[in-house]
């Protein structure tokens, strides 16, 4: 007879539990060892204060971790994922349950809460997510065998990884089932996957005493291989389980972005040459991995073929890691000899010149890796110590020391673009002024975008705005060294730009150049510079908005905008130009696929502008994706996004089909209907 009460005998047909623990302890010190040998290699790595925010943290925990947010953005993938997550998690708390009733609370308090209305809903629990977790995983081989999407990696740790969680589950339904079919109990329905299994072994013509024999040895089987499973687990890419929440409470939090700063007097080693060079967090970042090759699919050099991948690169560190984890665990004081070379043979250098800091790669990751901030070490490691970088790099550097921009040009030709307009000088204001207008290199010396810079005093003017410029007295903020990796002459620039800026008086910063937005904005701050930075499309919505100055002139052209990295993902700067496109008479806007957060770089980036590319370029991409999206126009709100996208349309002989203007050449010709 059974007991009215819903409820199970826990270890039913079992014997020589005992047994049981001696295996747990056993898998368990296996995966504790192998926990507490990465813990000891992520601490050799340099400080990194990350305890700020609790509150913050914690949610971006429960919303990226648990909920897992950023996954959820790739819809087969994220499916497949969150079933497999919510399987392993709701059994491991339903088999944390069993030991707790049976280790702590019947035998400390003769209390059993797995009974009753408790015990049907966790049945029923189990079984759902058990068979949930199964159709992830047969998603997921799916997508492995016959999707085959490029960027992601098919290796032996992912069948053992599949195989073995497949296993576990169908092994835990034939216990299931075979328990049931021996015993029959009266809420046998509240498993209904269990019984469906119990109703085949019936219908095969077991025995009870049949079922009763083979439960007992499918329990064991069962039960070596989850414990085997768990032992695994810090072995293999699955450790992302645990080091995934810890990657995503660590994160960076405030601006994005940002590169460190270097105390460079006070170093022995400029950027990072070997892998104890990085910081806890970044040593930590390479075990989160998850390898789903995300940001590889995102990454313009990946994507055009070059050296560079993102997955790979954090995998290579991952693995140079391990390979020297004998030298790092040495005792401190002990010389360390590392049996290879970081920069140039675990990671190859053309690796490193191929990123375009466009940060795609750190906005797709769904356990909030960062790629970027270690190229730029390993830049810095390269450009600093050994002086090896891409040769046309050096005509850029020397431009920078002795003319203050990339170009070379004289000093004294900065306000050459100013010739016969009204443009008010820092110098020569009294008092102050509200807006000081940084034009930039760019702006400056560059004949497409001194149009831009005409083009934004006309309006200025027009809207009766208090500004002025600096002049010859402004030099290159530095954003190209900083990025190519050389801080020693970021900082010089940095220092001389800061002398000039705190001598004046004034309320905002304008740019029309995202790098020079981000750097002033953000980047000074390291060095005493706190100013608010605005970018020329928040100050022209902005005027638009107020009435001080008016589109009257139609324009009648289908027009499609290019997110500059620099303003759209570092920056979260998406809604104001296109609010100042729609704004325009006569104008019809159109989103190209990859658009916003998921934009597609121009290539400029990362000290990139100044590098030689080979062919498939990346802004030959971008600029075929606007052909195709139907456009006459793409409009950029960046310089270097200008250029490319110009070089891009000429080099691909799209010119009768698409043409190249900044948002201010377009607000300028709607204002007065002419082009500038």
Known sequence: MYNVTPTREIYWNISGIIWMYVLAVISLSIFGWKLYRRLRLWKSGKPDARMDQLGLRLKMVFQYALAQGRLMKKMYAGLLHVLMYAGFIILFIGTLLIFLQVDFTEPLFSWTFLESTFYLYYSLILDVFGVLAIVGILMAAYRRIFMKPVNLKNRRDDLIILGSFLLILITGFIIEGLRIGATQPQWQGWSPAGLLVANFFHSAGMTGQSMQRWHLYSWWFHLVISLAFIAYIPYSKLFHVLTAPLNIFFQTLGPKGISSKMELEELDHFGASQINHFSWKELMDLDACTECGR??????????????????????????????????????????????????????????????????????????????????????????????????????????????????????????????????KMREVEGGVDYLYWVGCAGAYDARSQRVSQAMVKILNAAGTSYAILGMEETCNGDPARRIGNEYLFQILAEQNLETLHRYKFKKIITTCPHCYHTLAYEYKQ????????????????????????????????????????????HSIYDDPRKILQAIPGMKTIEMPRNRENGFCCGAGGGRMWMEEQQPKVNHNRVEEAVQSGAEMVCSACPFCATMLSDGINETSRQEQLENQDIALLVSKAMNGQTV
């Not at 499309?537 to 990295?565: A, P």
């Open 527 to 570: 060095f005493g510079g706190d100013f608010q930075v605005i970018h020329h499309t928040q100050l022209l919505q902005e005027l638009i908005t107020s009435g001080k100055i008016r589109l009257q002139k139609e324009i009648s052209q289908k027009v499609t905008y290019h997110d500059s990295c620099y303003l759209g993902r570092h």
């Open 295 to 424: 940001c590889s699919d995102v990454c313009p050099a990946t994507t055009t073929q070059k050296a560079l991948s993102p997955m790979k690169v954090i995998l290579d560190l991952q693995h140079h890691l391990s390979r020297e984890a004998s030298v790092l665990l040495q005792k401190n004081g002990e010389e360390k000899s590392f049996s290879q070379k970081m920069v140039g043979e675990a990671i190859l250098e053309e690796e490193l010149w191929g990123c375009t800091t466009c940060l795609a790669c750190q906005q797709a990751c769904p356990v909030y890796i960062e790629h970027i901030p270690k190229i730029l070490e390993m830049r810095r490691h390269l450009v600093l110590e050994e002086s090896r970088f891409p040769t046309e790099v050096t005509t850029t550097f020397k431009n920078l020391e002795t003319n203050g921009n990339p170009w070379g040009i004289s000093p004294e030709d900065r306000e050459k673009w100013t010739e016969g307009l009204p443009v008010p």
